[in-house]
């Protein structure tokens, strides 16, 4: 059964490897795809999403369906993928040079490489501040798909990353919302003693640590180190804020978790799950899940968001927000660029947007007057607002910086929790793959 | 004589589509993972430089690619005691039941993990060990051992034996049916002849049984350590390599290198390495294969 598998995978990957091959192997120039050509109303349109699971998968299900109804003769063909398994997918699929006509993109280093790579079509003809459509979307959501006064990406919900808490919990304990780091640590002591885990975190996959990390280091590092930082070519990663917010994670993850350095063997969605259940007092989760933590036995009524506290004499930027718009590119490969245009509008209409920011997806769409009191939970709202409030968003740490860096943070990540090496060890191997990746 | 030459060319004609078949989707990506191994490839922009070996001197510098490959090693050693010689005492042992019904049984209850795919048994497993919700820590702790619960999946030092003592529970079934069947196909009068000269059981397994399912020891022992070499899975789906590369094994790494990493050149030479650590298990699988077989 292994050899049947590792069989399957190396074919996969070899053919992946042999169509590539096949197609000469060069840099391939897009072709100057009309973004604002008018579509033809017919065919097959591909479109990869990270909407797959409950309760995301319907939006994409619902819209293509009323899509093709308005449009007969066009076929609407979904591949829905997980946050997890979507990134797996698309390097297959570009790999094979085989990508949708629409597809799934974070910002940062991320979506550089498809744009760098000529793989996403110019649309600062159709969505550009200036243009009708590009006026539907909040400035900064538009920019952050934006290279060289050039928009490639349509952005579609914003999402920041805030520290959920349970009044409740917080009441029991008689524990204030925390204004500096020093609290938020100082807090789980009482909220123990309530019975509470204090902070519900689970690791499994890196990532989570990484988030924590991202904001720590926003806090610690001033802004433009930390910019210089991410890309290889400028990087020094010298500063000592880094080896102080890795530390002051450490300290959160030993003091207020309950599985301390076994966090690593928790899933995400364990963490989340003894948060939604009462189990947990606070939970660090983007805005994306707020509306699915208070769908179990936690209520919107009891459920607060405050952002990190800053530590103290953090020599950041503490007004920085970890978070980042997410949306989608078009293939500038794809024959059907204009038709794909057409169909992300028709997405990003005002009713859609409304619609995907209200439970149950609770996406906080970029559309201006998509997220309203009157349509979106409470903290969704309120979670939105406070990412418009900011002044500069600190972008992911998986998907700002080059991949070998990335990584190399997700396993120090690891290594911090576990407690496998110190913080100054995490740092010197971040800056080796740094300097390996120039 | 144009018969002759008709039939066959005839005959070559039916196995030519095999032969396409085979060369295109097994022997030319093989060749191409080689020609792959020497590039440093962009798969964004489509990009490929030619980088000669630089791709092998970085993995001989890297250390988690030894670290892979020891942790190979540790799964081949572990399995061969277990699934190999502990497969074989207790095939020995089911096969010394007098009822037959029972040996039955036993066979079905030792058989049935290897029934379950890799992938069921690492999220089983998986669950099992969750450091605040597993059965196992729970366990622990009514035995009045709860010192000994930890996050066995979440530390660098256990995450790799629970990976590994998973798939012994898996595999330890198929290998005992296989002895088993190997032990029956000793003739009992041999077995009856040495208790007439009044070797105990333990004699017997000694100098009746090991002996006589040698052939099938050698072909188990390599099948055994090739499989630890393929091992990607079990590992994937319970810690994708962490927590901090602990657990990563030449599979995985070489999934990660390619797929996180974006690194297609040297993933390619990692696989082109594991290519020829398999190749080399399976010759000498072929070897002990042709070995002359012990008759009675």
Known sequence: ?438 | MRATLLRRTLGLAWVVPALVLVGVFVYLPLVQNLQFSTLKWDIYSGSQEYVGLDNYVKLADDPIFWSSLGNNVLYAVVSIVFQVFGALLLAALIESVRSQRWQRVLRAVYFVPCAISLTVAGLLFYFIYEPNLGPLNHALAAVGLPELAQAWLGQESTAMPAIIAMSQWQGFGYSTLLFAVAIQRIPREIYGAAAIDGVGPVGRFVHVTLPLVREMTGIMIILTISGAFQVFNEVMVMTAGGPNNSTQVLGTWLYRSGFVRNNFGYAAAIATVLFVITLGIAIAQLWASRRRRVEW
């Open chain 1, 1 to 438: 059964m292994r050899s049947r598998a590792l069989s399957t995978f190396a074919a996969l990957l070899g053919t992946a490897l042999a169509l590539t091959a096949c197609s000469g192997g060069q840099p391939q120039a897009a072709p100057a795809a009309d973004a604002a050509a008018t579509p033809d109303f017919s065919g097959t349109l591909s479109i990869l999403t990270k909407f797959a699971g409950d309760p995301t998968a319907p939006y994409f299900e619902n819209l293509a369906a009323a899509y093709s109804k308005q449009h007969p003769q066009v076929k609407v063909e979904l591949i829905q993928e997980t946050d997890q398994s979507v990134k797996d997918k698309l390097k297959t699929l570009t790999a094979s040079d085989a990508l949708p006509d629409i597809y799934f993109t974070w910002t940062g280093n991320w979506a550089d490489n498809y744009i760098r790579g000529g793989r996403a079509a110019d649309l600062t003809k159709v969505i550009g501040p200036d243009t009708e459509w590009g006026k539907t979307f909040s400035p900064g959501s538009l920019a952050a798909f934006a290279r060289d006064g050039k928009y490639y990406g349509i952005p579609l919900y914003g999402n920041g990353k805030f520290m959920g808490y349970s009044k409740a919990a917080f009441e029991k304990a008689s524990v204030q919302v925390p204004k500096t780091f020093e609290e938020l640590i100082a807090s789980c002591g009482p909220l123990r003693k309530a019975g509470y885990e204090p902070i519900a975190f689970g690791n499994k996959d890196g990532w989570p640590a990484l988030h924590y990390l991202q904001q720590l280091f926003a806090y610690n590092v001033p802004s433009a180190t930390l910019e210089a930082d991410f890309a290889p070519e400028t990087a020094k990663l010298t500063d000592p804020g880094y080896v102080t917010a890795l530390n002051q994670f450490k300290t959160l993850v030993d003091q207020c978790t309950d599985t301390k350095s076994g966090t690593n063997g928790v899933l995400y969605s364990s963490a989340q799950e003894a948060f939604a259940n009462g189990k947990a007092a606070m939970y660090f989760q983007e805005i994306l899940e707020f509306d699915n933590a208070t769908s179990g036995t936690l209520k919107p009524a009891d459920f607060g968001i405050f952002q990190l506290p800053v530590p103290a004499n953090a020599a950041g930027d503490p007004a920085m927000l970890e978070g980042s718009p997410e949306g989608y590119l078009i293939n500038a490969k794809s024959p059907r660029v204009a038709l794909a245009v057409d169909f992300m509008k028709f997405a990003t209409s005002l009713e859609n947007a409304k619609t995907l920011s209200a439970p149950p997806y609770g996406q906080p769409s970029t559309v201006v007057g998509a997220v309203t009191a009157d349509n979106s939970s409470k903290a969704v709202y309120e979670g939105i607002q406070l990412v418009n409030k900011a002044p500069k968003l600190a972008i992911w740490l998986d998907t700002v910086t080059v991949p070998e860096v990335a990584d190399a943070w997700l396993s120090g990540g690891e290594a911090i929790v576990s407690g496998g090496m110190t913080a100054d060890k995490v740092l010197e191997s971040v800056r080796q793959a740094s300097d390996a990746a120039k």
